[in-house]
């Protein structure tokens, strides 16, 4: 098998981000090799992957935690490079379980990391985050812009950043790149994909959609008392399936030696008043919310400077606020799961 003939490994590809990215990779003309251990996805969404990627990739499921099932994985399947989105994602949550998020999201990364050595594979795009950002200075955020994370989940993110940076720094055969996501949201235009985690919605979307769909009465907004113009948090939502497309360029374009590290965002902050409203008529239904207290480990606004991006590789976000939620929205009518 020749490099590019080789699969990419892609651990958490059924989940939201990763299952969108595996249809890009897959349009792409690459083989797919996902790893899940589906603690926050459904089996069920590889069907729409396969259809709307036009071929079917292989499911190990396993957890990333557990080297002798990923030795075995990449062994089998020989990877040329690998898409790491396995972990625990929500910010509220990891200031309850600290020590979980550590396990999954630190422990996971460096289990990965040995195992891809050992085996000679020395590509890694890694899901990185804004939160690395924390309350700094006044947004937009670019890369040099200083780091403070202010939850537990920040901070795992900003040590697996560090851990790859100190391993291309001490052995160049490495080439990884970081991403640190600002707000994905959205769904797959076709309507066919969206997010569909276990367990009670803890981003801002799936609860909209609930809410929306009358499956909860109302949304909770956390504070209303931020330095923002409406008091709300601002973030930079982009569409899923932009930066889905962006991991299909980062393989392409990562170098031996470099652990480039890329803000991805649209530049566009979007208050949590003015999300209510772009799916309230996305969806052509009310969407009460209730204003409650702050929630620990939020920040006030995260917008990005995603120029370097830009510059880099020619990625341009395509989809706005009001395609996002009417995707989310088509996705809601249409869910199999
Ligand atoms: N969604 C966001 O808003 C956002 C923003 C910034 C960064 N990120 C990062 O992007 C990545 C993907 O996020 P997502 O929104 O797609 O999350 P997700 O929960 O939908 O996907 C993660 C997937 O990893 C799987 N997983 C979790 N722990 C595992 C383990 N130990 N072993 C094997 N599989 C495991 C889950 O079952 C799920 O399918 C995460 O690393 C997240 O921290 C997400």
């Known amino acids: 098998m020749d490099s590019l003939e080789r699969p990419v490994l892609v651990t958490g590809g059924a989940g939201y981000i990763g299952s969108h990215t595996v249809v890009e990779l897959l349009r792409d003309g690459r083989r797919a090799v996902i790893v899940d251990d589906f603690s926050n996805s459904h089996p069920g969404v590889l069907a729409a992957v396969a259809e709307l990627g036009g071929a079917e990739p292989v499911l190990e499921e396993g957890d990333i935690r557990d080297r002798g099932f990923i030795d075995d994985v990449i062994a089998r399947h020989r990877p040329q490079s690998a898409i790491h989105f396995a972990a625990k994602k929500a910010v509220g949550e990891s200031v309850e379980i600290p020590a979980t998020y550590l396990d999954i999201n630190i422990g996971g990364t460096a289990t990965l990391v040995a195992a891809l050595h050992d085996a000679g594979v ?54 990884t790149v970081s991403l640190r996501y600002f707000n994905p949201i959205g769904a797959h235009p076709s309507g066919l994909l969206g997010e569909a985690g276990r367990g009670r919605p803890r981003n801002i ?13 109302e949304l909770e907004v956390f504070g209303d008392d931020w330095p923002t113009p409406d008091g709300t948090c601002v973030r930079d939502y982009l569409h ?19 652990a480039r590290v890329l803000n991805i965002g649209t530049g566009v902050g979007t208050s949590v008043l003015e999300l209510i409203r772009a799916m309230e008529q996305a969806s052509g239904r ?3 919310h209730r204003i409650s207290g702050r929630r620990d480990g939020d920040v006030s606004s995260l917008v990005a400077d995603a120029s370097r991006v830009q510059e880099l590789w020619g990625w341009r976000p395509e989809f706005t606020v009001a395609d996002m939620c009417a995707d989310t929205w088509r996705h809601e009518l249409t869910r199999r799961d």
């Open 240 to 258: 899923v399936v932009d930066v889905a497309r962006v991991h299909v360029l980062a393989l392409r374009h990562m170098e031996a030696g470099s």
């Open 286 to 288: 009310d969407i009460p």
């Open 122 to 175: 020395r590509n890694l795009v890694f899901s990185s985050s804004c939160s690395v950002h924390g309350e700094t200075d006044p947004t937009p955020l670019n890369e040099d812009s200083p780091v403070a994370p202010a939850n537990p989940y920040a901070f795992t993110k900003l040590t697996c950043e560090q851990m790859l940076d100190r391993l291309v720094g001490a052995d160049h055969s490495w080439a």
């Open 205 to 217: 979307m799936p609860w909209l959609v609930d809410v929306a769909a009358g499956r909860k009465s």
